[in-house]
């Protein structure tokens, strides 16, 4: 039987950050920090569809909870004079409040804009999701999909696989489709991976994506990669 690790959990550390950053001593708030954290980014993954969200990042400190949103379009987020991340902010404030948490930290909301969309892997899952939920074939989103990733110059190979009732079908399979160069066994190479699904209404197509954008060297700094993002609002 093969054993296959996710290409993100094996390069953290070489190309790669912890998506929460936080320490304790205490067994009890590592609970009860990794409980939270796993509701938060449900609950935002939900809130935030169809706003291409690349990561939810979480850092902690004694006094405050740093909340990093990575994003293709800020502009949906912050709304029209920042009115959306003031009301996504009561939002996660009231969601922290029945966690019951023992800390009462203070709540703090960056939003990063992801400049290269194309480059990311969750969200090129999301636009093939969105386009098979308008009853698209999927040949077709595979195939415009990956012309339009390869067309970005920061990208060297991208490998997509979809499964389940395709096209309908009474039975499920797999498709796949690859283009350029996905080492995945070379560490320093920098591989994006994402799993979305798409619910239709014959059943959930599964989406899983990579992305392969060159190698990282120690020259080259993790957060000179690629897929660059810059600040665009902070709350």
Known sequence: MTHVAHPYIQRIGVNRD??????????????????????????LNKRLKGMSVD?????????????????????????????GITKLKKEIDLFLRKQKMTDKP?????????????SSARIVGQMIAEGLEKRMTFRRVMKQTVEKVMANRDVEGV??????????????????LKKGRVPLQTLRADIDFARVEANLP??????????????????RKAGQQDVEA???HNR
Do not use: C, N
């Open 202 to 219: 014959y059943g959930v197509i599964g989406i899983k994506v990579w992305i392969y954008r060159g190698e990282v060297f120690a020259d």
């Open 55 to 83: 990561a939810v990042e979480i850092e902690r400190s004694q006094k405050d909870i740093k909340i990093i949103i990575k994003t293709a379009r800020p502009g949906l987020i912050i709304g029209r004079s920042g009115e």
């Open 18 to 43: 912890w998506k929460s950053r936080w320490f304790t001593t205490s067994p009890e708030k590592f609970r009860e920090y990794i409980r939270v954290d796993a509701a938060l980014r449900k609950m």
């Open 159 to 176: 490998r997509v696989i979809l499964s389940g009732r395709l096209g309908g079908a009474d039975m499920a399979r797999k498709e796949e």
């Open 230 to 232: 810059r600040p665009t």
């Open 106 to 118: 203070e709540l703090k909301i960056d939003i990063e804009e992801i400049r290269s969309p194309e």
